[in-house]
């Protein structure tokens, strides 16, 4: 008789104490308030859902609410939300009323609970025209749906209110099989992990998640966070799985059998289990494991391997009368066989449904079906479904089996539905991943029995739609142009001019494509030019009134969004007159008049609203925080910033081209402003944009972490940035700005003028003279002038005069950039002024010691609330007036060591203290190193000198870094030698260290 494994959590851990350590000490931090998540990552069958059990049982025990989701393999779109909808149905129907509360309070919460319905679908244009402007950006972004961050904050809003009553753990089971959209709403909650008593665990497959998974990108990037851990789940080793086959087996095994089991196991818990399932002696199974399941599955009778069979097509928990129809068994028939299955572990019971114990079952077994076999059975449970609605997913499934039987006559429609309900919550992939499925099939379909209403084109759009808001503009693109090439001659003019803008807006997207958008959106006007008012044409009008502008026709812009206002006007199309009204305020800026452009903009943004408009209320409200920026109003620009930056949240614009633009240019006016935010999370982007998104909002980020002396990781970030110069203007100056400053504080002077040359050379072939280039060249030209000073110091005149040179060509391009560049204003603003003025100080430093008074002029040009760049400059003029003898660094000294403590940028406070400490000037707060244990015979001013003898500087070198004359460095290295009993400079930097008299030599 063939042993049976005792399952379930009465078995014992084996070897999994410190897993469970580690877990159980994540779960008393979520208890005190300290949220925090754990990725648990190993192969198939090697114990998750066991140790996710045992500590599902500890938290109960403790008093927690345990909340558990699995994700399911549902090929080729995915059911949204799957687990998170799984894991908070208990919240919904709650009797506690405290829970309830929460849950209603949420009504967001209706796309994923059972008792609430999802919110409909957004109509019309979506509001999508952005007429092509690049201020700072040369690529529009994709939209997002405008639910999903509603939903994303009801769920991670309901979890923090539970929590307040009891700790709330949520397990999450099978990540490798997450759809886009509960990997994005994932990436969302780790992300925001703070003060909650919450504790989300997760599990995967780590040999599924291979290179190119989706998953595989989204966990590099939550292991950052500081509230999330890995723990990996490694397979037994001899001793544990012997340990484990002993005590899975009911009846005492013989060791040589319990060796074999461990040893042909590897380890795997589940392997273990189905060896020791199959039989006692072991002797004849198949060394792979899906040899061992069918084996295992032949000693059962016909009817139960039948039902096991049709269990594995549903691809999910399957219902008693499900299984009844599908299988053709009558009741008795397939109790016997379910009992059979169920008694042997090969099956179990959750909450009323049968479904396999482990995924590799169910993979197996339908692996091994026939083809007929597994057309039929899909049939069955395509008929099902269309028999009986099953609520939520329930075209999704229809189209999953449908597809899989080869019914495409059903399959088709259950796709566009299914697409459909994807949009409603918020899902674009999945809508994206329906689509396209609908589009494979549609000449299979014949056209009698295709859905009324819906022809190639529109899948098209909808597929172009779908790509550009789930974050794939390539893609958006490629079914943009087919949508136009699918043009029939007898569509309407107007109707074909809204593909051909679409089609103008989606090639924005790109790099390198702008003329064949500017000739898209002149093809849609040629369509509508000669044709009466109406919406299409207010739209295209709209849209090539921002072209033009981009292609320096003002005045062309300015007659086309006047024309669309009155035409907008004559139809009522609000939002295209909204939108007009935002080309006529940007035209206005750029003509030097705000307060025209900030009428308009104030304007535009009222109407979008009042129409819906979302995307055009978003844009008029970057231009009108940018109208303030170009003036340095940083009161007004950062609170138009953050006033849009919350309005694109809250309607889920957050990462649309304009809710983009206005995050970025927050980050930088918090960098510039000193408001430099403490947390990760404000340098990453969410989840599931495209990699150019991605790089817009660290290349800001990484300006803080060089800043703030986190040297390391701007490094790391730095090379993929590089990569993603091409993409956006913005990401190559502000992450060549980085990368120049985290050389130079390090000391590499020649590579801060290495990455400046290549990003000149670069910025050169976009545009000869981008006001951008002023601030890359300020940055760079102190390198050049130290380069020069190390030069003459070391008597090699020839080097000095070539680095004097390279600053030189750093100043004439700085200079040409200023003269020649194109502000937005017209004119050059503060922020620009005060660049140019520290480009000047610094050049002043080429051949000799800078002039203090030129970096005070730039400190004072920095007064408009650039507060870190203006320490940074007094820091500068500090050192000029030591070198140049005159009176005044303590003071300058001290105001740009104040700011350097507030912000916490040690690269500036480290050298502001090392100047003072070397000018004896006392710092307030700073703290007077502590008297050494020892008597150390040198003065402090001897261990200056000696310890800069000891980097290997001239005395000539040690006397311009002290202040002092070569002599006196002369003099105090003769009394240094005599004190230690030295006869030479490297003798005494030896005793010194030997007898720890030196810094950093105890």
């Known amino acids: 008789m063939h042993l049976v494994p005792r399952l379930g959590s009465g078995i014992p851990l084996v070897a999994r104490t410190q897993e469970m350590r580690r877990l159980r000490a994540a779960f008393a931090r979520a208890e005190r308030g300290e949220a925090g998540a754990v990725l648990i990552a190993g192969d198939a069958g090697v114990g998750k859902t066991r140790l996710l059990t045992a500590l599902g049982e500890h938290v109960a025990g403790c008093g927690g609410l345990v909340l558990t989701g699995r994700c399911i393999d549902v090929r080729d779109g995915g059911l949204p939300y ?26 967001a919460l209706g796309m994923l609970l059972p008792q609430g319905d999802p919110r409909p679908a957004a109509t019309g244009d979506h509001g999508q025209v952005s007429e092509g402007e690049r201020e700072g950006v040369r690529r529009v972004r994709p939209e997002q749906d405008l639910g999903q961050l509603q939903l994303f904050d009801a769920v991670l809003g309901v979890l923090t209110e539970v929590g307040q009553a009891q700790p709330v753990v949520l397990l999450l089971e099978d990540l490798h099989w997450a759809d886009s959209s509960t990997r994005n709403l994932l990436s969302f909650l780790l992300s925001r992990l703070r003060a909650q008593r919450l504790l989300v665990v997760g599990s995967y497959r780590e040999e599924d998640v291979h290179r190119r998974h989706p998953l595989r990108g989204l966990l590099s990037e939550l ?50 289990e189905e060896l020791l399932a199959t039989g006692a002696d072991c002797r004849d199974l198949p060394a792979g494991l899906a040899e061992v399941l069918l084996a295992r599955l032949e000693r059962f009778p016909a009817e139960t391997r039948r039902v096991l069979r049709v269990i594995s097509v549903a691809n999910e928990s399957v ?27 090969i099956l179990v019971i959750e909450n009323g449904f049968y479904t396999f114990r482990h995924a590799l079952l169910q993979e197996a ?20 479904i269309k028999s009986m609605p099953q609520g939520r997913g329930h075209d999704a499934k229809l189209a999953f089996h449908s597809l899989e039987s080869r019914d495409f006559d059903t399959a088709l429609p259950a796709l566009l539905r299914a697409a459909d309900e994807a949009e409603k919550l918020g899902a674009p992939g999945a809508a994206l991943r329906h689509i396209e499925q609908a589009q494979s099939i549609w000449d299979a379909v014949a056209p009698e029995n295709r859905p009324e209403g819906i022809d190639e084109l529109k ?26 090439e699918a043009l029939k001659p007898d569509a309407s003019p107007e109707h074909a001019a809204k593909v051909w803008r679409r089609l103008a807006e989606t090639l924005l997207t790109l790099e390198g494509t702008f003329d064949e958008a500017v000739r898209a959106i002149e093809r849609a006007w040629e369509l509508v030019a000669d044709r009466e008012p109406s919406g299409a044409r207010a739209w295209v009008l709209a849209s090539r009134a921002g072209f033009q502008r981009l292609l320096d026709r003002p005045a062309e812009a300015l007659a086309s969004a006047h024309t669309a206002v ?12 909204a939108s007009a009204l935002v080309t006529l305020g940007t035209l206005a800026d750029g003509a030097g008049d705000p307060v025209e452009a900030r009428k308009w903009l104030r304007e535009a943004e009222g109407k979008a609203h009042k129409a819906g408009a979302l995307n055009v209320e978003i844009r008029a409200m970057y231009f009108l925080a940018l109208s303030y920026d170009d003036q340095a109003e940083m009161e007004l620009a950062l609170a138009h910033a953050v006033r849009g930056v919350e309005r694109a949240e809250a309607v889920g614009l957050t990462w649309s081209t304009y809710g983009l633009e206005l995050r970025a240019r927050l980050l930088y006016l918090r960098y510039l402003s000193g408001d ?76 801060a003028l290495r990455i400046t040359d290549e990003l000149v050379s670069w910025l050169e072939k976009v545009e000869t003279a981008l006001l951008g280039g002023i601030r890359i060249v300020a940055l760079a030209i102190p390198s050049a002038a130290a380069l020069a000073a190390e030069a003459r110091a070391r008597g090699d005149q020839a080097a000095a005069e070539g680095f004097v040179a390279a600053g030189r060509r750093l100043v004439e391009h700085g200079r040409r950039c200023a003269a020649e560049g194109h502000p937005r ?14 480009m000047e100080a610094a050049a002043s430093g080429l051949e000799g010691p800078a002039d203090p008074e030129l970096w005070a002029e730039a400190a004072e040009a920095y007064s408009y609330g650039a507060v870190y760049e203006q320490a940074v400059c007094r820091w500068r003029q500090a050192e000029a007036l030591l070198a140049n003898g005159r009176a005044g660094a303590a003071e300058a000294l001290e105001a740009a060591h104040s700011v350097a403590v507030k912000l916490d940028a040690v690269p500036l406070r480290d050298a502001v203290r090392d100047l003072a400490h070397r000018a004896r000037v006392e710092l307030a707060g700073v703290e007077v190193v502590p008297v050494r244990a020892q008597v150390n015979p040198l003065t402090e001013r001897e261990r200056d000198v000696l310890e800069r003898v000891a980097l290997g500087r001239t005395n000539r070198q040690v006397g311009e870094e002290l202040y002092i004359s070569e002599k006196t460095v002369s003099v105090h290295l003769s009394r240094v030698m005599a004190k230690l009993g030295a006869s030479r400079r490297a003798e005494a930097v030896a005793i010194a260290y030997d007898r720890g008299l030196l810094s950093g030599s105890e």
């Not at 172009?464 to 490629?478: D, I, K, L, N, Q």
């Not at 599931?688 to 660290?698: C, D, F, M, N, T």
């Not at 204003?825 to 520290?838: D, I, K, N, V």
């Open 319 to 345: 219902s008693h009368a499900a299984l009844a129809q599908v299988a053709g068994l009558g009741d008795l028939e397939l109790d016997e066989a379910l009992r059979e299955a169920v008694q042997h572990h």
């Open 365 to 384: 077994v339908y692996a091994d079906l026939l083809p007929g076999e597994r057309t039929r059975m899909h049939a069955g449970y395509a008929a099902r």
């Open 566 to 577: 009155a035409d907008a006007r004559a139809v009522g199309a609000v939002g295209a007159e």
């Open 676 to 751: 430099w935010p403490k947390e990760d999370a404000a340098g990453r982007a969410r989840r599931g944009v495209s990699s150019a998104v991605a790089a817009r909002i660290l290349a800001n980020w990484v300006l803080f972490l060089v800043g703030r002396g986190r040297f390391e990781d701007a490094a790391k970030a730095l090379p993929g940035l590089r990569q993603q110069w091409m993409a956006d203007l913005q990401i190559a100056l502000a992450s060549g700005d980085a990368a120049i400053e985290l050389a130079a504080w390090r000391g590499d002077h020649a590579e």
């Open 825 to 838: 204003s017209g004119t050059m603003g503060p922020e620009g002024r005060a660049w140019l003025a520290r």
């Open 223 to 272: 292991v950052r966070l500081n509230t999330v851990e890995q723990l990996t789940l490694a397979p037994f080793g001899p001793a544990d799985a012997r340990a484990f086959v002993a005590a899975l087996a009911e009846e005492p095994l013989p060791p040589d059998v319990v060796a074999d089991i461990a040893e042909r196991s590897e380890g795997n818990p589940f392997f273990v």
């Open 82 to 107: 799957l687990p998170f909808a799984e894991a908070l149905a208990p919240l919904g129907s709650s009797a506690d009323p405290a829970v309830s509360a929460a849950v209603r309070a949420r009504s």
């Open 459 to 484: 899948l098209l759009s909808g597929a172009s739609y779908f790509a550009g808001t789930s974050g794939e503009p390539e893609r958006a693109v490629a079914y943009a142009r087919s949508a136009t």
